[in-house]
């Protein structure tokens, strides 16, 4: 599906990172993308994304939505002409906008389910939960630092940002394809967060995850990021990979 270009404005983005097995991530993973490892390693983890004034590109910003947003992130690669691509598949999309799962799949890529958001800032402290309507849950308190955790696979703040700006480009399953957007950030700017607690639903899944093959890494912060979505070439579906080969099309 070539959807037009779409532009607004990330008020705020968090990026929740965890390691995993790549043993287990293929298990998850539909053909043709297959996990990127990092110091043996797959990543992955979910975006907490509040969006602000999003319309279609020339149109004026009054005219735009806003709403917050949650989406499982797999980092993966795949072959395409010749060429080893990287970016996300997103398994699943989670927004508080009604709208947005009336146009998942039409404007937006694949299908969002409707979430109740709770979200309280300030003063550097961050709290964003969510539960969705099939009772996937998300929940994280942190705050800004000035420093990078040292025990991160990534070693460096430097290292995670350029990690995770290669991966601009998302698929999303939809009915017989896997639909893709590039996030076109107009300035990559990312901070250090401390957690005091995260917990996922979907991440402590043991019949996703096996209990020790997953752990806590690092988060990240953007703030104010103008920025636009452009469309990407859609994949067919392969049917012998991903959740629904393991009969776990409800990640909750």
Request: proline share 5%; charged share 25%; glycine share 8%.
């Amino acid at each position: 599906m070539r959807l037009p270009t779409i532009h607004g404005y990330i008020d705020r983005r968090i990026l929740i990172n965890f390691t995993a097995d790549p043993d287990v991530v293929r298990k998850i993973v539909p053909e043709p993308f297959r996990p990127k490892v990092f110091k043996d390693k797959a990543i992955v983890g979910i975006c907490l994304i509040r969006l602000k004034n999003i319309k279609l590109k020339g149109l004026p910003d009054f005219l735009g939505v806003s709403s917050e947003n949650g989406a499982h992130r797999i980092a993966v690669e795949w072959d395409e002409e010749g060429e080893t691509k990287e970016g996300v598949y997103i398994p699943r999309r989670d927004t508080s906008l009604k709208l947005n799962t009336i146009l998942g799949g039409r404007l937006f890529p694949g299908k969002h389910y409707l979430a109740k958001f709770n979200v309280k800032e300030g003063d550097g402290n961050y709290h964003v939960d969510f539960t969705s309507s099939d009772n996937t849950s998300i929940s994280i308190d942190a705050k800004e630092t000035n420093t990078f955790p040292l025990n991160s696979i990534f070693d460096t703040l430097e290292n995670v940002s350029q990690f995770f700006e290669k991966g601009a480009v998302g698929y999303s399953p939809s009915r017989d394809k896997y639909e893709g957007l590039k996030l076109q950030a107009y300035s990559w700017q990312v901070r250090p967060l401390e957690v005091q607690n995260v917990n996922s639903s979907f991440y402590a899944n043991e019949k996703v995850f096996p209990k020790g093959s997953i752990q806590f890494d690092n988060a990240l912060l953007m703030t104010k990021v103008e920025h636009e979505w452009k469309s990407m070439e859609d994949k067919p579906h392969a049917a012998n990979s991903g959740l629904a080969k393991a009969g776990l099309t409800n990640i909750g």
